[in-house]
């Protein structure tokens, strides 16, 4: 069951037209990962360029997650005293400027500096874009929140796809890095106009409404905090290694490569499809049960017959991972008001990104202590039955408000 709709805004010189607000949450989408698969597409040469120690490039690849969890969380803060809008403006001037910045420094660490300055842009419009489609689209939040989903996604292959050939064609992977910069100036152009204009009193959020809402001293904030954790936690493990459970099974580099892109690929119609069909159901235990045991499907079939039945896991795989348009598509669902959207988005979001910047950095420690895959698959199925229990709890119709 959707939850009741929030007023749309009134027509103003503050509020955007629909048309322009759709263009603007999708352009936004296209940036929410590219800062972070561009520079996994360039590690290696990053590395070899910035002469990254060990430890600095270990840093690189869990600050994604990090970053999420700790900048994530200041979001209410920032609406208490900006309009949407305009924190959406400072988000994406954050990720451009640190995109550009981190693509010119020759300094180690003031490269891992500025990548925290992308990556906070990013967190804070993680949190966002779910309260922004509420605001404006109350009657389709599904539809769009599917749409801007499956955009995102595209962002996500288009700069793990385009890095490379950039750099290559400029001589330089500073390069490779720094023309992403451009996509989140261009997203700042349909805010711009609403962002930065003098704010009347009474626009802001209620500052006073957002700070009743308390989701971390409630069951149903912690239930969608472990349910958005747990499979980001499965998301960010299997997109690190699953390339390379297919190479130990005697999977070529390109073909272990192409199953990978196979999970993106399959995912996209799920992305799409998935919010609003959650939004047609009162109860959403049914999909929360199957995506987890689609989920743990397939981690048993990659642990024992990862050579022989790899299509059929990867199918498997993605339909599991459709868990993540549910969980953003649950945010709106759970909360009555855009106050309480923003809290619950806040607090999901920043403790959930917290328990997955542990999923890669786990499955490869017990990688290498077991020289095998069963024990960490193992871990990946109790993170997927972990995920079902809190998604079962949270599916239940109530509000984060109550």
Known sequence: MSSPAVTAPAPSRHVLAPAMALAGILL?????????????????????????????????????????????????????????????????AALALGEVLRAVTHSAATFVALSALALAGIAVANVLLPVMVKTYFPGRAGLITGVYTMTLTAGTTAAAA??????????????????????????MLPWLRAGLRRTPPGTRSSGAALAKVHPGRKPLGWAMAV???????????????LAQIFRDADYSPTTAGLLLAGVTGVGVPIALLMPSLAQRMRNLR??????????????????????????????????GQG???????????????????????????????????????????????????????????????????AGVFAAKPRFIED
Do not use: C, K
């Not at 720094?178 to 261009?186: D, L, T």
């Open 28 to 92: 936004v989408a296209l940036n929410l990962r590219t800062a972070i698969t561009s520079l996994g597409a360039l590690l290696d040469e990053v590395r070899v360029g910035l002469h990254l120690s060990g430890a600095l490039a270990g840093i690189v690849t869990t600050l994604p997650a990090l970053s999420f969890a700790a900048f994530g969380a200041l979001t209410p803060w920032l609406t208490r005293r900006f309009t949407p809008a305009r924190v959406l403006v400072g988000a994406m």
């Open 162 to 187: 385009a890095s490379v050939p950039i750099a290559e064609a400029f001589g330089s992977w500073r390069a490779g890095l720094g023309v992403w910069a451009v996509i989140a100036v261009v997203a």
């Open 227 to 241: 349910y958005f954790g747990t499979q980001s936690l499965s998301g960010y493990a299997t997109m690190g290694w």
């Open 286 to 319: 049914s999909l929360v049960i199957a995506m987890s045991a689609a989920m743990v499907a397939s981690y048993a079939g990659l642990a024992f017959a990862p050579h022989g039945g790899a299509v059929a896991w990867v199918v498997l795989l993605a339909i």
């Open 323 to 389: 868990a993540f348009p549910l969980a953003l598509a649950m945010i709106g669902m759970r909360a009555r008001t855009s106050e309480g959207t923003v809290a619950l988005s806040a607090f999901a979001q920043s403790t959930g990104y917290l328990i997955a910047a542990l999923g890669p950095f786990l499955v490869g420690l017990l990688y290498a202590a077991t020289s095998g895959w069963v024990v960490p698959i193992g871990f990946l199925i109790v993170a997927a039955l972990v995920q079902g229990f």
